[in-house]
């Protein structure tokens, strides 16, 4: 018999037939009969990283355990990747675009860009975002002890477009006559500095900080660098 592709997932005890070929076995399942294409099951694979960082650690999430979440065998995951940290690096940036499209999908509705603005503060602080700011806190970390240049690259381009992000924003502000702000290279670094220590301190506590008082910080730096303009 010709062996197991090694994109198959491997039968669990229970599935596989006694020795002597004695007894019944169980069937499996057509989805689990069906080889899947290299970039589904390297989705698969991806996605069932993204909770385990979350719940673990970016440090404390193994080969086997990203093989269990999947459902499939360890030598799937080294079949469709080269490390767990390329499979754990490809399940952070999927995370981190997942977070800021949502964030910029809030924004466009907006109907100004101080609104736009607004909308982020407050949807960087909530209290479902912890979970956000320590994954991303643990993929900086890791980024910083990496010697892996395309690692450090992928870093790199996330900073870029999130404070790209910011600038539109602050951008559309001024366009709209709402601000008169004339650092925005300066504002959009702050804001991005600001809101990186508000949300260590947050996760820390130390001292407290409620998402609150996190919203009330970046709020009050936009007042305060995006100066509102009068009206005519």
């Known amino acids: 018999m010709a062996p197991h592709h090694p994109e198959d997932v491997g039968m669990t005890a229970a599935e ?6 004695k007894g019944p076995r169980r069937a499996v399942a057509a989805r689990d009969r069906t ?5 589904v099951r390297r989705r698969l694979i991806v996605d069932a990283a993204v909770p385990l960082i979350a719940e673990r650690g970016y440090k404390s999430v193994g080969v086997r355990d990203v093989a269990a979440a999947a459902g499939v065998s360890v030598g799937t995951v080294t079949y469709h990747f080269d490390s767990v940290q390329e499979v754990l690096s490809e399940a952070m940036v ?4 997942q977070y800021y499209a949502a964030l910029s999908e809030a924004a466009e509705h907006a109907t100004s860009g101080a609104e736009a603005l607004r909308l982020l503060v407050d949807a960087l602080f909530t209290e479902d975002t912890d ?4 994954m991303w806190f643990d993929f900086w ?3 910083e002890q990496s010697t ?9 381009d996330r900073y870029t477009a999130w404070h790209r992000q910011i600038r539109a924003l602050a951008e ?6 709402e601000f008169s702000g004339d650092d925005l290279d300066g504002f959009t670094a702050r ?5 990186d220590g508000l949300a260590l301190q947050r996760l820390r506590q130390a001292p407290p900080l409620t998402t609150q008082q996190a919203r009330h910080h970046l709020n009050r730096l936009i007042e305060r660098e995006l100066v509102p303009r009068s009206p005519a």
Do not use: N
């Open 16 to 21: 596989q037939p006694r020795q002597g070929g």
């Open 35 to 39: 080889r899947q294409p290299t970039e």
């Open 94 to 97: 999927l995370h981190i675009e």
């Open 131 to 134: 979970r956000h700011w320590r």
């Open 141 to 143: 970390h890791a980024g």
């Open 148 to 156: 892996d240049e395309t690692f450090a690259r992928g870093q790199a």
């Open 172 to 177: 559309r502000g001024v366009a709209d006559g």
């Open 191 to 195: 804001f991005a500095a600001l809101a």
